[in-house]
C-alpha cells in the first residue's frame, strides 16, 4: 500500500512533467535490500537516463533495520558514482507505518519528491553535457 502510494506520486509527477507513460518502466523487487542491484542491472542496460529507488523500510525491535537502511543507502550511493547515471532515492525509512503513510498522504508525497529529484538531476546532466 505504501509503496504503491509512491509509486502512483513518481508516476504522476513524471507525466506531469512530460514523460511519456509508455516509457517508463516498472520493476518491482522483493524488498528494500534488494534495490540497488535491481537498479544496477537496470543501469547496466544503458538504456534509461535515471532510475527512481523505491521502498519503505520500517523499523522493528532488532537492529535489522539500521542494517538494511544502510546497505540501501550505501549502494544507491554507489551507483550514482559508478554509473554517472542519477538513481533518486525514494526509500522511506521510518518508526513505524503511520510514518510511512504520512509521507505519502495529503501532506506530500516521497515517491513524487523522488522523481521531481530525477527530473532535476537529468536537466543538471544534460546542461553539464551542453556545456562540453
Known sequence: MITEAMLEGAISTLVANGVKKDSITIVRCPGSYEIP???QWLLETK?????????VVIRGGTPHFDYVCEAVNQGVLELNLRFSTPVAFGVLTTDDVQQALDRVGDKGNKGSEAALALLEMITVRRSLTELS
Not at 538504456?47 to 521502498?55: D, F, K, P, T, W
Open 37 to 39: 542491484l535491481t537498479a
Open 47 to 55: 538504456r534509461y537516463e535515471g532510475v527512481i529507488a523505491l521502498g
